[in-house]
């Protein structure tokens, strides 16, 4: 189905849903409809659905969709019943890493995660998230790769985290000082100086 035509069908459910709501509250009181009425209405409420279905079509609705003249994507392959789970994980770029090993993917990144965060409350509590999670796939015993992943010490963590940024914004300085300086030696001298030397050159 391609992009026009699942469009399509969902406006057309809609309709048939507002139309059948609509319906069914105006006749509420009334007797229960026999089988040739019922059919009728049902011929009546698709006619209708047809058209503001062609009318949305001549306001131009459903053009220049997502996909238009596109060949669908997959539509080659054998059907998968877990094909959405699948292009949600990709969309989303979820992980779907064993426990084991997105903690230990987890574990190699941890510093530069601690170094995203500004208060050493932060990185205590982040640490401590950490711990937990270990913990708790040690427990689990789901099969595949062993937890190997080291609990990490939360004062330890955060004398690191205090080291590392305070060697930062020691670079940091360091090279704003060399930016300004550079500035300075390349910015023109002031009106002042200039006109002293016009002067003296007379």
Do not use: C
């Not at 990490?152 to 670079?171: G, Y």
Request: no cysteine.
């Amino acid at each position: 189905m391609s992009a026009g035509d699942r469009m399509r069908h969902e406006y057309r459910m809609r309709l048939e849903a507002e139309a059948a709501a609509a319906s069914s509250s105006e006749g509420g009181d009334e007797a229960p409809d026999d089988a040739a009425q019922r059919a009728l209405r049902a011929e009546h409420q698709a006619q209708w659905v047809d058209m503001q279905i062609q009318q949305a079509i001549a306001r131009g609705e459903f053009d220049d969709l997502p996909g238009a003249g596109k060949p669908i994507k997959g539509i080659d392959r054998p059907h998968d019943p877990d094909w959405w789970v699948k292009q949600l994980i990709e969309r989303e770029r979820i992980s779907v890493l064993h426990p084991a090993l997105a903690l230990r993917k987890e574990d190699a990144e941890l510093e530069t995660t601690l170094d995203r965060i500004t208060t050493p409350t932060g990185v205590r509590e982040a640490i401590e998230d950490f711990n937990a999670r270990i913990i708790e796939a040690r427990r689990q015993l789901q099969g595949g790769p062993p937890v190997i992943t080291a609990l990490r010490d939360a004062d330890e963590e955060v004398a690191a985290w205090h080291r590392r940024r305070t060697e930062r914004v020691a670079t940091q300085k360091a090279r704003l000082a060399e930016i300004r300086a550079a500035e300075a030696a390349n910015a023109p001298p002031p009106w002042w100086r200039r006109m002293g030397r016009s002067r003296r050159s007379r």
